[in-house]
């Protein structure tokens, strides 16, 4: 089945350090791919998504592209805010639209 | 648009008690999702509607699970016999159809004592 996996975190970083949160799928066949944002006691939010291999997915700064030679939708970020501070999570969808496949989320948290 | 609601936000019951969630979607939106999120996971889909139809069912959802979506509007999810192993946070996400991004709610938080 579908499935996806994500660093283990919690990721710590100062303030206006560079961010990678790695993510890496396995499906059938060509999923769409999506990184939503959970905010303290916010729900989930879309962040940015990729629907074909090569599309780069960008908002608020962040990108991640769709690489089908290694599965992979690695999300990063030039210069983290302590605002960027929340759990992200990497998801992937075989019809856009269909029901998500979650990895188990990364904890970022971003200190002054 | 005010976005996805869920209620109740927190829910605690005793182990064999019935609990009922609700879910009030976007309102143009025709696809309505039930998640299940337990501590340090990532949500796991459980059913979803388009329209009133319940289109696909996990099998995470047991017989003591069921979701309804009458008119087309409102989802409500019922667990019967609550079991301590249901504790977790109960997502509702909603979308405008196929090909269209998911809008969740701020989800219901059930505890089983």
């Known amino acids: 089945g579908n499935s996806v996996t994500q660093m283990e975190g919690p990721v710590t970083l100062s303030e206006e350090a560079f961010l990678t949160i790695n993510c890496t799928y396995t499906?059938?066949?060509?999923?769409?791919l999506f990184w939503y944002v959970q905010y303290p006691g916010e729900g989930l939010q879309l962040l940015l998504k990729?629907?074909?291999?090569?599309d780069k997915g960008s908002n608020k700064g962040f990108e991640a592209t769709y690489r089908k030679e290694t599965t992979s939708f690695h999300l990063e970020k030039g210069s983290v805010q302590v605002s960027d501070s929340a759990v992200y999570f990497c998801?992937?969808?075989?019809?856009?639209?269909?029901?998500?496949?979650f990895g188990p989320g990364t904890r970022l948290s971003v200190l002054p | 648009d005010t976005g996805v609601s869920q209620n109740p936000r927190h829910k605690i019951t005793k182990r064999g008690q019935n609990v009922t969630f609700r879910c009030d979607p976007i309102?143009?939106?025709?696809?309505l999702y039930w998640y299940r999120q337990t501590l340090g996971q990532g949500p796991e889909f459980l059913t979803y509607?388009?329209?009133?139809?319940?289109?696909?069912k996990s099998r995470l959802l047991s017989d003591r699970f069921s979701a309804e979506r009458p008119k087309g509007s409102f989802s409500t999810l019922e667990i019967q016999r609550t079991e301590q192993g249901d504790s977790a946070m109960y997502l509702c996400?909603?979308?405008?159809?196929?090909?269209?991004?998911?809008?969740f709610g701020p989800g219901t938080r059930l505890t089983v004592t």
């Open positions: 499906a059938t066949g060509y999923p769409s």
């Open positions: 996400a909603s979308s405008l159809g196929t090909g269209r991004e998911q809008y």
């Open positions: 998801a992937l969808s075989e019809s856009y639209g269909q029901n998500f496949v």
């Open positions: 309102s143009e939106h025709n696809r």
């Open positions: 509607f388009q329209n009133e139809a319940q289109l696909e």
């Open positions: 990729a629907t074909k291999a090569d």
